[in-house]
């Protein structure tokens, strides 16, 4: 297992449920990334957050809303989302804002019916 | 045009064979660039990394970075089943671009 735990690994979701994605990172870091993974396409960098402030906010929409209570901590919450948000969420770590070596949780599928 | 350009196959080739994998990119600010390997049904880890233009061995693997022509490859020689997954390319100057993933399968 790798020091970026996310839960849950899988999550289905109606279109008017409120629910919330978990990242734990056991590994010191004090940057942490929400990224979403769709078929084929390359990874959105969603959310970045250096020392538990919000540093980056990539026009995502207001249905996904990011918190980091402590640095080792990190959570999407979830509302009213459509169809197109399923997809594959990561979550990743890094030393640093200008590291290069990101490590990666195993994300949560989720589908939105 | 997109930032990092990579094509995801996907790519089938035969136990011991050389998997060449390759990225091309436009934005010359570009620093650093790894590869990423991502297992299905987990998160991507970090395969090889370089700086500046060059090559780089590690084992099996091989990085190649040419910032000429802004093209970046990688090799994986002697190739085993157990390196069927996807391959995404990274590139760093502020931020971390990636590409799409190559998804290779190595059938024994």
């Known amino acids: 297992e790798t020091g970026v735990t996310q839960t849950p690994r899988h999550l289905v979701m109606g279109m008017t449920n409120k629910k919330s994605l978990k990242c734990e990172q056991h590994?010191?870091?004090?940057?942490m990334y929400w990224y979403k993974q769709s078929a084929k396409k390359p990874l959105e960098l969603m959310f970045v957050?250096?020392?538990?402030?919000?540093?980056e906010n990539n026009s995502v929409p207001s249905r996904f809303s990011p918190e980091c209570p402590n640095s080792s901590h990190l959570f999407l919450h979830l509302h009213t989302l459509q169809p197109e948000d399923s997809a594959l969420y990561l979550c990743?770590?890094?030393?640093?804002?200008?590291?290069?070596?990101?490590?990666f949780g195993s994300g949560t599928r989720l589908t939105v019916v | 045009q997109k930032e990092v350009e990579q094509d995801p196959g996907p790519l089938s080739v035969p136990e011991g064979a050389i998997v060449s994998l390759n990225c091309t990119y436009s934005?010359?600010?570009?620093?650093?660039f790894m590869w990423y390997r991502q297992y299905s049904r987990k998160g991507p880890e970090l395969l090889m990394y370089?700086?500046?233009?060059g090559n780089k061995e590690d084992g099996r693997f091989t990085a190649q970075v040419d910032k000429s022509s802004k093209y970046i490859s990688l090799f994986i020689r002697d190739s085993q089943p157990s390196d069927s997954a996807t391959y995404l390319c990274?590139?760093?100057?502020?931020?971390?671009?990636f590409g799409a993933g190559t998804t290779v399968t190595v059938r024994a």
């Open positions: 957050y250096s020392l538990e402030e919000r540093v």
């Open positions: 934005n010359s600010a570009f620093q650093y």
């Open positions: 990743a770590s890094s030393q640093d804002r200008v590291s290069y070596g990101y490590t």
């Open positions: 590994l010191g870091h004090n940057a």
């Open positions: 990274a590139m760093s100057g502020y931020k971390l671009s």
């Open positions: 370089t700086y500046s233009s």
